[in-house]
Protein backbone atom coordinates (compact mmCIF):
# COMPACT_ATOMS: atom_id res chain seq x y z
CA UNK A 1 0.00 0.00 0.00
CA UNK A 2 3.26 2.34 0.27
CA UNK A 3 3.57 2.20 -3.21
CA UNK A 4 -0.38 2.98 -3.93
CA UNK A 5 0.04 6.17 -1.49
CA UNK A 6 3.13 7.28 -2.71
CA UNK A 7 1.61 7.04 -6.33
CA UNK A 8 -1.75 8.85 -5.55
CA UNK A 9 0.59 12.03 -4.08
CA UNK A 10 2.56 12.10 -7.10
CA UNK A 11 -0.32 12.42 -9.64
CA UNK A 12 -1.64 16.02 -7.03
CA UNK A 13 1.63 17.02 -7.10
CA UNK A 14 2.18 16.61 -10.58
CA UNK A 15 -1.42 18.28 -11.42
CA UNK A 16 -0.23 21.36 -9.41
CA UNK A 17 3.58 21.55 -10.46
CA UNK A 18 4.31 19.91 -13.79
CA UNK A 19 0.23 21.15 -14.87
CA UNK A 20 1.14 24.85 -13.82
CA UNK A 21 4.55 24.28 -15.76
CA UNK A 22 2.89 23.16 -18.95
CA UNK A 23 0.34 26.32 -18.63
CA UNK A 24 2.87 28.33 -18.94
CA UNK A 25 4.47 27.01 -21.99
CA UNK A 26 1.30 27.50 -23.83
CA UNK A 27 0.92 30.84 -22.00
CA UNK A 28 -3.46 30.89 -22.32
CA UNK A 29 -4.41 34.48 -22.94
CA UNK A 30 -7.43 36.98 -22.77
CA UNK A 31 -9.00 36.35 -26.83
CA UNK A 32 -12.23 35.29 -27.41
CA UNK A 33 -12.64 31.59 -27.14
CA UNK A 34 -14.96 29.82 -29.98
CA UNK A 35 -17.81 29.38 -27.79
CA UNK A 36 -18.32 33.57 -27.12
CA UNK A 37 -16.92 33.92 -31.29
CA UNK A 38 -19.18 31.09 -33.20
CA UNK A 39 -22.00 30.73 -30.72
CA UNK A 40 -24.73 28.42 -32.42
CA UNK A 41 -26.63 27.53 -29.34
CA UNK A 42 -26.09 23.95 -30.30
CA UNK A 43 -22.43 22.74 -29.89
CA UNK A 44 -20.58 26.52 -29.32
CA UNK A 45 -22.19 27.07 -26.00
CA UNK A 46 -20.67 28.96 -22.84
CA UNK A 47 -20.49 26.78 -20.12
CA UNK A 48 -20.06 26.64 -16.34
CA UNK A 49 -16.32 25.96 -15.44
CA UNK A 50 -17.19 23.06 -13.25
CA UNK A 51 -20.27 21.84 -15.40
CA UNK A 52 -17.10 21.54 -18.65
CA UNK A 53 -14.82 20.00 -16.30
CA UNK A 54 -17.84 16.85 -14.94
CA UNK A 55 -18.61 16.72 -19.18
CA UNK A 56 -14.53 16.02 -19.90
CA UNK A 57 -13.80 13.89 -17.06
CA UNK A 58 -16.94 11.88 -18.02
CA UNK A 59 -16.36 12.15 -21.54
CA UNK A 60 -12.47 10.82 -21.44
CA UNK A 61 -13.19 8.40 -18.47
CA UNK A 62 -15.29 5.46 -20.14
CA UNK A 63 -14.25 2.13 -18.43
CA UNK A 64 -10.82 2.61 -19.76
CA UNK A 65 -9.84 3.64 -16.40
CA UNK A 66 -12.00 0.87 -14.72
CA UNK A 67 -11.55 -2.18 -17.01
CA UNK A 68 -8.07 -1.15 -18.27
CA UNK A 69 -6.65 -0.91 -14.78
CA UNK A 70 -8.16 -4.53 -13.98
CA UNK A 71 -6.73 -5.79 -16.89
CA UNK A 72 -3.41 -3.62 -16.63
CA UNK A 73 -2.91 -4.98 -12.75
CA UNK A 74 -2.04 -8.56 -14.18
CA UNK A 75 1.44 -6.75 -14.40
CA UNK A 76 1.68 -6.30 -11.06
CA UNK A 77 2.85 -2.80 -9.49
CA UNK A 78 4.46 -2.17 -12.38
CA UNK A 79 1.26 -0.46 -13.75
CA UNK A 80 1.90 2.06 -11.32
CA UNK A 81 4.67 3.59 -12.82
CA UNK A 82 3.17 3.49 -16.08
CA UNK A 83 -0.14 4.97 -14.86
CA UNK A 84 1.53 7.98 -12.53
CA UNK A 85 4.09 8.70 -14.92
CA UNK A 86 1.91 8.16 -17.93
CA UNK A 87 -0.49 10.28 -16.52
CA UNK A 88 1.47 12.97 -15.57
CA UNK A 89 3.93 13.77 -18.24
CA UNK A 90 2.44 12.06 -21.59
CA UNK A 91 -1.75 12.03 -21.40
CA UNK A 92 -2.39 15.37 -19.25
CA UNK A 93 0.17 16.75 -21.64
CA UNK A 94 -1.49 15.48 -24.75
CA UNK A 95 -5.16 16.45 -23.13
CA UNK A 96 -4.44 19.86 -22.42
CA UNK A 97 -1.96 20.92 -25.20
CA UNK A 98 -4.69 19.30 -27.68
CA UNK A 99 -7.78 21.09 -25.96
CA UNK A 100 -6.39 24.31 -25.92
CA UNK A 101 -5.30 23.73 -29.33
CA UNK A 102 -8.17 23.17 -29.97
CA UNK A 103 -9.50 26.83 -28.66
CA UNK A 104 -6.65 28.49 -30.41
CA UNK A 105 -8.09 27.40 -33.51
CA UNK A 106 -11.70 27.90 -33.53
CA UNK A 107 -12.56 24.91 -31.88
CA UNK A 108 -11.29 22.62 -34.44
CA UNK A 109 -11.23 18.95 -34.01
CA UNK A 110 -8.57 16.44 -33.91
CA UNK A 111 -8.10 15.70 -37.59
CA UNK A 112 -8.12 19.34 -38.84
CA UNK A 113 -5.73 19.87 -36.11
CA UNK A 114 -3.18 17.44 -37.34
CA UNK A 115 -3.59 17.89 -40.26
CA UNK A 116 -3.00 21.74 -40.11
CA UNK A 117 0.98 20.49 -38.65
CA UNK A 118 1.35 17.22 -40.32
CA UNK A 119 0.11 17.62 -43.87
CA UNK A 120 -3.36 17.23 -45.94
CA UNK A 121 -2.71 13.47 -45.97
CA UNK A 122 -2.30 12.72 -42.73
CA UNK A 123 -5.27 14.92 -41.98
CA UNK A 124 -7.48 12.31 -44.67
CA UNK A 125 -5.79 9.28 -43.32
CA UNK A 126 -6.48 10.62 -39.49
CA UNK A 127 -10.56 11.63 -40.18
CA UNK A 128 -11.24 8.51 -41.53
CA UNK A 129 -8.94 6.65 -38.16
CA UNK A 130 -10.80 8.97 -35.90
CA UNK A 131 -14.14 7.89 -36.82
CA UNK A 132 -13.42 4.42 -36.87
CA UNK A 133 -12.09 4.83 -33.64
CA UNK A 134 -15.15 6.74 -31.90
CA UNK A 135 -17.15 3.77 -34.03
CA UNK A 136 -15.63 1.21 -32.01
CA UNK A 137 -16.04 3.51 -28.97
CA UNK A 138 -19.43 3.60 -29.09
CA UNK A 139 -19.82 -0.55 -29.82
CA UNK A 140 -17.50 -0.81 -26.81
CA UNK A 141 -19.61 1.75 -25.09
CA UNK A 142 -22.17 0.25 -24.98
CA UNK A 143 -22.01 -3.49 -24.46
CA UNK A 144 -19.94 -3.25 -21.26
CA UNK A 145 -22.56 -1.07 -19.05
CA UNK A 146 -25.09 -3.30 -20.65
CA UNK A 147 -23.42 -6.22 -19.34
CA UNK A 148 -23.23 -4.66 -16.12
CA UNK A 149 -26.81 -3.69 -15.80
CA UNK A 150 -28.11 -7.32 -17.24
CA UNK A 151 -26.15 -8.70 -14.22
CA UNK A 152 -27.59 -6.56 -11.73
CA UNK A 153 -31.08 -6.44 -13.33
CA UNK A 154 -32.99 -8.55 -15.73
CA UNK A 155 -36.21 -7.49 -17.18
CA UNK A 156 -38.79 -10.63 -16.83
CA UNK A 157 -39.81 -10.95 -20.15
CA UNK A 158 -36.13 -11.94 -20.55
CA UNK A 159 -35.04 -15.70 -19.71
CA UNK A 160 -31.73 -15.73 -21.57
CA UNK A 161 -28.66 -14.32 -21.00
CA UNK A 162 -28.05 -12.65 -24.43
CA UNK A 163 -31.94 -11.10 -23.90
CA UNK A 164 -31.31 -9.01 -20.91
CA UNK A 165 -28.32 -7.70 -22.49
CA UNK A 166 -30.11 -7.01 -25.41
CA UNK A 167 -32.94 -4.78 -23.56
CA UNK A 168 -30.04 -2.72 -21.82
CA UNK A 169 -27.88 -2.20 -25.32
CA UNK A 170 -31.56 -1.03 -27.10
CA UNK A 171 -31.72 1.57 -24.70
CA UNK A 172 -28.29 2.45 -23.88
CA UNK A 173 -28.20 3.11 -27.62
CA UNK A 174 -31.63 4.46 -27.69
CA UNK A 175 -30.15 7.66 -25.09
CA UNK A 176 -27.10 7.88 -27.38
CA UNK A 177 -29.11 8.81 -30.54
CA UNK A 178 -31.18 11.37 -28.57
CA UNK A 179 -27.73 13.15 -27.01
CA UNK A 180 -26.02 12.80 -30.32
CA UNK A 181 -28.99 14.48 -32.06
CA UNK A 182 -29.76 17.17 -29.60
CA UNK A 183 -27.68 20.14 -28.62
CA UNK A 184 -24.99 19.71 -25.85
CA UNK A 185 -26.66 21.28 -22.97
CA UNK A 186 -30.46 19.71 -23.10
CA UNK A 187 -29.20 15.97 -21.99
CA UNK A 188 -25.29 16.38 -21.73
CA UNK A 189 -24.99 19.42 -19.84
CA UNK A 190 -28.05 18.40 -17.31
CA UNK A 191 -27.70 14.74 -16.47
CA UNK A 192 -23.78 14.76 -16.59
CA UNK A 193 -23.05 16.15 -12.95
CA UNK A 194 -25.17 13.44 -11.50
CA UNK A 195 -23.34 10.86 -13.33
CA UNK A 196 -20.08 12.41 -12.34
CA UNK A 197 -20.91 12.46 -9.25
CA UNK A 198 -21.68 8.69 -8.78
CA UNK A 199 -17.73 7.81 -10.31
CA UNK A 200 -16.12 10.20 -7.87
CA UNK A 201 -18.05 8.34 -5.13
CA UNK A 202 -17.00 4.98 -6.43
CA UNK A 203 -13.58 5.84 -6.70
CA UNK A 204 -13.71 7.33 -3.01
CA UNK A 205 -15.16 4.60 -1.46
CA UNK A 206 -13.07 2.16 -2.81
CA UNK A 207 -9.94 4.40 -1.50
CA UNK A 208 -11.88 4.37 2.15
CA UNK A 209 -11.82 0.68 2.13
CA UNK A 210 -8.36 0.55 0.40
CA UNK A 211 -7.37 2.34 3.67
CA UNK A 212 -9.22 0.06 5.81
CA UNK A 213 -8.31 -3.68 4.12
CA UNK A 214 -4.50 -2.06 3.96
CA UNK A 215 -4.03 -5.12 1.53
CA UNK A 216 -1.24 -7.01 1.36
CA UNK A 217 -0.13 -6.47 -2.32
CA UNK A 218 3.47 -5.91 -3.39
CA UNK A 219 5.52 -3.14 -3.63
CA UNK A 220 6.12 -1.44 -6.45
CA UNK A 221 10.26 -1.69 -5.08
CA UNK A 222 9.04 -5.81 -5.32
CA UNK A 223 7.95 -5.67 -8.72
CA UNK A 224 10.87 -7.53 -10.62
CA UNK A 225 9.99 -10.90 -8.14
CA UNK A 226 6.50 -10.22 -8.60
CA UNK A 227 5.21 -13.24 -10.61
CA UNK A 228 2.66 -11.39 -13.22
CA UNK A 229 -0.64 -12.84 -14.09
CA UNK A 230 0.12 -13.00 -17.47
CA UNK A 231 2.28 -14.57 -20.11
CA UNK A 232 2.33 -11.31 -22.05
CA UNK A 233 5.58 -9.42 -21.74
CA UNK A 234 5.21 -5.64 -19.64
CA UNK A 235 6.56 -4.29 -22.72
CA UNK A 236 4.57 -3.09 -24.89
CA UNK A 237 1.33 -4.93 -23.75
CA UNK A 238 0.58 -3.26 -20.33
CA UNK A 239 1.03 0.58 -22.29
CA UNK A 240 -1.61 -0.80 -24.35
CA UNK A 241 -3.82 -2.23 -21.99
CA UNK A 242 -3.87 0.55 -19.81
CA UNK A 243 -4.56 3.67 -21.93
CA UNK A 244 -7.30 5.95 -20.65
CA UNK A 245 -6.13 6.06 -17.24
CA UNK A 246 -2.39 6.91 -19.16
CA UNK A 247 -3.03 8.19 -21.82
CA UNK A 248 -5.40 7.86 -25.13
CA UNK A 249 -5.68 9.16 -28.23
CA UNK A 250 -9.61 9.23 -27.81
CA UNK A 251 -9.16 12.27 -25.50
CA UNK A 252 -8.27 14.60 -27.98
CA UNK A 253 -11.37 13.98 -29.99
CA UNK A 254 -13.14 14.36 -26.98
CA UNK A 255 -11.48 17.96 -25.89
CA UNK A 256 -12.94 19.89 -29.07
CA UNK A 257 -16.64 19.08 -27.40
CA UNK A 258 -15.43 21.50 -24.53
CA UNK A 259 -13.05 24.06 -26.34
CA UNK A 260 -16.18 24.95 -27.94
CA UNK A 261 -17.69 25.59 -24.40
CA UNK A 262 -15.17 27.57 -22.46
CA UNK A 263 -15.36 31.06 -21.94
CA UNK A 264 -11.76 32.08 -20.78
CA UNK A 265 -8.61 30.15 -22.34
CA UNK A 266 -7.34 30.23 -18.59
CA UNK A 267 -10.42 27.40 -17.33
CA UNK A 268 -7.95 24.71 -20.02
CA UNK A 269 -6.17 23.77 -16.80
CA UNK A 270 -8.22 22.45 -14.51
CA UNK A 271 -10.22 20.93 -17.29
CA UNK A 272 -8.10 19.50 -19.32
CA UNK A 273 -5.12 18.66 -16.98
CA UNK A 274 -6.74 18.92 -13.95
CA UNK A 275 -9.68 15.81 -15.71
CA UNK A 276 -6.72 13.48 -16.64
CA UNK A 277 -5.26 13.80 -13.42
CA UNK A 278 -8.58 12.79 -11.70
CA UNK A 279 -8.96 9.69 -14.86
CA UNK A 280 -5.59 8.53 -13.21
CA UNK A 281 -6.31 8.90 -9.89
CA UNK A 282 -9.75 6.48 -10.64
CA UNK A 283 -7.39 4.04 -12.42
CA UNK A 284 -4.90 3.95 -9.59
CA UNK A 285 -7.60 3.01 -7.39
CA UNK A 286 -8.58 0.28 -9.57
CA UNK A 287 -5.58 -1.27 -10.55
CA UNK A 288 -4.84 -1.65 -6.90
CA UNK A 289 -8.78 -2.94 -5.98
CA UNK A 290 -8.16 -5.68 -8.67
CA UNK A 291 -4.25 -6.90 -7.14
CA UNK A 292 -6.00 -7.48 -4.02
CA UNK A 293 -8.20 -9.65 -5.77
CA UNK A 294 -5.09 -10.95 -7.34
CA UNK A 295 -2.43 -10.97 -4.89
CA UNK A 296 -4.05 -10.94 -1.17
CA UNK A 297 -6.01 -13.71 0.28
CA UNK A 298 -9.02 -13.81 -1.67
CA UNK A 299 -12.63 -13.49 0.46
CA UNK A 300 -14.24 -16.94 0.49
CA UNK A 301 -16.35 -16.63 -2.47
CA UNK A 302 -13.81 -15.08 -5.09
CA UNK A 303 -12.60 -18.47 -6.28
CA UNK A 304 -13.99 -17.67 -9.71
CA UNK A 305 -11.46 -14.20 -9.93
CA UNK A 306 -8.56 -15.23 -7.78
CA UNK A 307 -5.61 -15.55 -9.62
CA UNK A 308 -6.63 -13.36 -12.25
CA UNK A 309 -7.73 -15.94 -14.89
CA UNK A 310 -11.46 -14.63 -15.05
CA UNK A 311 -10.86 -10.90 -13.82
CA UNK A 312 -8.48 -10.57 -16.90
CA UNK A 313 -11.55 -11.92 -19.44
CA UNK A 314 -14.67 -10.76 -17.52
CA UNK A 315 -13.85 -7.33 -15.92
CA UNK A 316 -17.50 -6.12 -16.19
CA UNK A 317 -17.79 -9.47 -13.40
CA UNK A 318 -15.69 -8.58 -11.15
CA UNK A 319 -16.58 -4.69 -11.01
CA UNK A 320 -19.79 -6.00 -10.64
CA UNK A 321 -18.92 -8.45 -7.38
CA UNK A 322 -16.38 -6.03 -5.62
CA UNK A 323 -18.60 -2.81 -6.25
CA UNK A 324 -21.46 -5.19 -3.93
CA UNK A 325 -19.13 -6.90 -1.60
CA UNK A 326 -17.72 -3.81 -0.56
CA UNK A 327 -19.84 -1.19 -0.45
CA UNK A 328 -22.96 -2.86 0.71
CA UNK A 329 -26.06 -2.54 -1.76
CA UNK A 330 -26.86 1.26 -1.30
CA UNK A 331 -23.16 2.22 -1.70
CA UNK A 332 -22.96 -0.57 -4.52
CA UNK A 333 -25.66 0.52 -6.41
CA UNK A 334 -24.22 4.47 -6.79
CA UNK A 335 -20.83 2.96 -7.43
CA UNK A 336 -22.13 0.67 -10.39
CA UNK A 337 -24.23 3.80 -11.47
CA UNK A 338 -20.66 5.22 -11.93
CA UNK A 339 -19.29 2.42 -13.29
CA UNK A 340 -22.41 2.42 -15.81
CA UNK A 341 -22.31 5.98 -16.48
CA UNK A 342 -18.61 6.37 -17.73
CA UNK A 343 -19.07 4.21 -20.24
CA UNK A 344 -22.25 5.62 -21.43
CA UNK A 345 -21.07 9.32 -21.36
CA UNK A 346 -18.17 8.26 -23.16
CA UNK A 347 -19.99 6.63 -25.98
CA UNK A 348 -22.83 9.27 -26.47
CA UNK A 349 -19.76 12.05 -26.86
CA UNK A 350 -18.09 9.57 -28.80
CA UNK A 351 -20.67 9.93 -31.58
CA UNK A 352 -21.00 13.43 -31.19
CA UNK A 353 -17.71 13.74 -31.95
CA UNK A 354 -18.04 11.30 -34.77
CA UNK A 355 -20.97 13.72 -36.24
CA UNK A 356 -19.17 16.89 -35.69
CA UNK A 357 -16.04 15.56 -37.61
CA UNK A 358 -17.90 14.14 -40.46
CA UNK A 359 -19.82 17.26 -40.87
CA UNK A 360 -16.34 19.33 -41.09
CA UNK A 361 -15.17 17.03 -43.70
CA UNK A 362 -18.06 17.73 -46.02
CA UNK A 363 -19.16 20.87 -44.76
CA UNK A 364 -22.49 20.20 -43.56
CA UNK A 365 -23.68 22.88 -41.07
CA UNK A 366 -25.28 21.66 -38.03
CA UNK A 367 -27.96 23.93 -36.90
CA UNK A 368 -30.75 21.88 -38.33
CA UNK A 369 -31.73 18.60 -36.77
CA UNK A 370 -32.20 17.46 -40.47
CA UNK A 371 -28.82 18.48 -41.39
CA UNK A 372 -27.57 16.67 -38.17
CA UNK A 373 -29.42 13.72 -39.36
CA UNK A 374 -28.00 13.19 -42.66
CA UNK A 375 -24.91 12.38 -40.66
CA UNK A 376 -26.42 10.73 -37.75
CA UNK A 377 -28.66 7.76 -39.76
CA UNK A 378 -25.80 6.15 -41.82
CA UNK A 379 -23.07 6.72 -38.93
CA UNK A 380 -25.41 4.79 -36.68
CA UNK A 381 -26.28 2.37 -39.01
CA UNK A 382 -22.33 1.27 -39.13
CA UNK A 383 -22.60 1.15 -35.33
CA UNK A 384 -24.71 -1.38 -35.50
CA UNK A 385 -23.72 -3.18 -37.88
CA UNK A 386 -20.50 -3.48 -35.63
CA UNK A 387 -21.86 -4.20 -32.27
CA UNK A 388 -24.12 -7.01 -33.71
CA UNK A 389 -20.73 -8.69 -35.14
CA UNK A 390 -19.53 -7.90 -31.48
CA UNK A 391 -22.13 -10.40 -30.13
CA UNK A 392 -21.98 -13.08 -32.66
CA UNK A 393 -18.67 -13.45 -32.31
CA UNK A 394 -17.22 -15.03 -28.82
CA UNK A 395 -14.18 -12.83 -28.62
CA UNK A 396 -15.32 -10.03 -30.42
CA UNK A 397 -15.40 -7.99 -27.46
CA UNK A 398 -11.48 -9.01 -26.34
CA UNK A 399 -10.76 -8.72 -30.12
CA UNK A 400 -12.24 -5.29 -30.31
CA UNK A 401 -10.89 -4.07 -26.83
CA UNK A 402 -7.77 -5.02 -28.29
CA UNK A 403 -7.74 -3.23 -31.46
CA UNK A 404 -9.75 0.17 -29.34
CA UNK A 405 -6.46 0.19 -26.89
CA UNK A 406 -3.70 -0.12 -30.03
CA UNK A 407 -5.89 2.36 -32.11
CA UNK A 408 -6.37 4.46 -29.19
CA UNK A 409 -2.48 4.40 -28.74
CA UNK A 410 -1.63 5.36 -32.15
CA UNK A 411 -4.04 8.20 -32.32
CA UNK A 412 -2.32 9.68 -29.16
CA UNK A 413 1.24 8.93 -31.22
CA UNK A 414 -0.14 11.50 -33.99
CA UNK A 415 -1.74 14.37 -31.92
CA UNK A 416 1.82 14.68 -29.67
CA UNK A 417 3.75 14.77 -33.26
CA UNK A 418 1.24 17.53 -34.08
CA UNK A 419 2.13 18.99 -30.73
CA UNK A 420 5.40 18.68 -30.78
CA UNK A 421 5.73 20.47 -34.10
CA UNK A 422 3.49 23.24 -33.03
CA UNK A 423 5.73 23.89 -30.14
CA UNK A 424 8.89 24.25 -32.45
CA UNK A 425 6.98 26.15 -34.63
CA UNK A 426 6.29 28.74 -31.46
CA UNK A 427 9.88 28.45 -30.37
CA UNK A 428 8.79 26.75 -27.47
CA UNK A 429 10.30 23.69 -25.22
CA UNK A 430 8.98 20.68 -27.41
CA UNK A 431 11.16 18.36 -25.68
CA UNK A 432 7.72 17.63 -23.12
CA UNK A 433 5.71 16.23 -25.86
CA UNK A 434 8.82 14.63 -28.30
CA UNK A 435 9.77 11.91 -25.77
CA UNK A 436 6.10 10.98 -25.56
CA UNK A 437 5.78 11.17 -29.14
CA UNK A 438 9.19 8.81 -29.31
CA UNK A 439 8.16 6.73 -26.91
CA UNK A 440 4.20 5.88 -28.23
CA UNK A 441 5.82 5.42 -31.02
CA UNK A 442 8.21 2.56 -30.27
CA UNK A 443 4.76 0.85 -27.96
CA UNK A 444 2.44 1.11 -30.97
CA UNK A 445 5.14 -0.11 -33.34
CA UNK A 446 6.29 -2.86 -31.43
CA UNK A 447 2.53 -3.95 -30.51
CA UNK A 448 1.95 -4.44 -34.02
CA UNK A 449 5.19 -6.38 -34.68
CA UNK A 450 4.25 -8.96 -31.80
CA UNK A 451 0.86 -8.91 -31.42
CA UNK A 452 -0.93 -12.24 -32.46
CA UNK A 453 -3.61 -10.35 -33.59
CA UNK A 454 -1.81 -8.08 -35.92
CA UNK A 455 1.72 -9.35 -37.79
CA UNK A 456 2.65 -11.70 -34.48
CA UNK A 457 6.41 -11.97 -34.87
CA UNK A 458 8.19 -13.15 -33.29
CA UNK A 459 9.39 -10.71 -29.34
CA UNK A 460 12.95 -10.56 -30.82
CA UNK A 461 12.39 -9.91 -34.18
CA UNK A 462 9.83 -7.31 -32.74
CA UNK A 463 11.56 -5.75 -30.46
CA UNK A 464 13.88 -4.67 -33.48
CA UNK A 465 11.54 -3.54 -35.80
CA UNK A 466 10.42 -1.50 -32.87
CA UNK A 467 14.13 0.12 -32.63
CA UNK A 468 14.07 0.65 -36.03
CA UNK A 469 10.31 2.56 -35.77
CA UNK A 470 12.11 4.40 -33.30
CA UNK A 471 15.28 5.76 -35.13
CA UNK A 472 12.89 6.78 -38.07
CA UNK A 473 10.98 8.82 -35.91
CA UNK A 474 13.68 10.13 -34.39
CA UNK A 475 15.59 10.81 -38.06
CA UNK A 476 12.20 12.10 -39.50
CA UNK A 477 11.67 14.73 -37.08
CA UNK A 478 15.36 16.22 -35.98
CA UNK A 479 15.58 16.23 -40.40
CA UNK A 480 12.74 18.18 -40.52
CA UNK A 481 13.79 20.55 -37.07
CA UNK A 482 17.19 21.00 -39.25
CA UNK A 483 15.35 21.74 -42.25
CA UNK A 484 12.77 24.73 -40.88
CA UNK A 485 15.84 26.12 -39.15
CA UNK A 486 18.10 26.67 -42.41
CA UNK A 487 14.89 27.40 -44.08
Known sequence: MISFVISLVALVLGYLLYGKFVERVFGPDDRPTPAVAKADGVDFIVLPSWKIFMIQFLNIAGTGPIFG??????????????????????????????????????????????????????????????????MMVGAVFVFSPAK??????????????????????????????????????????????????SLLFMAAALLIMLLIKRPDIPELWEGLSTE???????????????ACGAISGFHATQSPLMARCMKKEKMGRPIFYGAMITEGIVALIWATVAMYFFYDNPTPGYEQIAGGAKAINDAPSVVNIICNDWLGVVGGILALLGVVAAPITSGDTAFRSARLIIADFVRLEQRTIRKRLYVCIPMFAAAVALLIWQMNDKEGFNMLWSWFGWSNQTLSVFMLWAITVFLVQQHKPFIITL????????????????????????????????AVALVIALVWFFAWYRKIHNA
Not at 228 to 238: C, E, G, H, S
Not at 450 to 457: F, I, M, N, Y
Request: aromatic content about 16%.
Open 69 to 134: AIMGAKFGPSAYLWIVLGCIFAGAVHDYLSGMLSVRLGGANQPEIIGRYLGKTTKQVMLIFSVFLL
Open 148 to 197: ILGDMWEPAVFTENVGKYIFWICIIFLYYIIATLLPIDKIIGKVYPLFAF
Open 228 to 242: PLTANNIFPYLFITI
Open 435 to 466: VPALFMTTVCSTFLFVSPQALGLEQTIGYILG
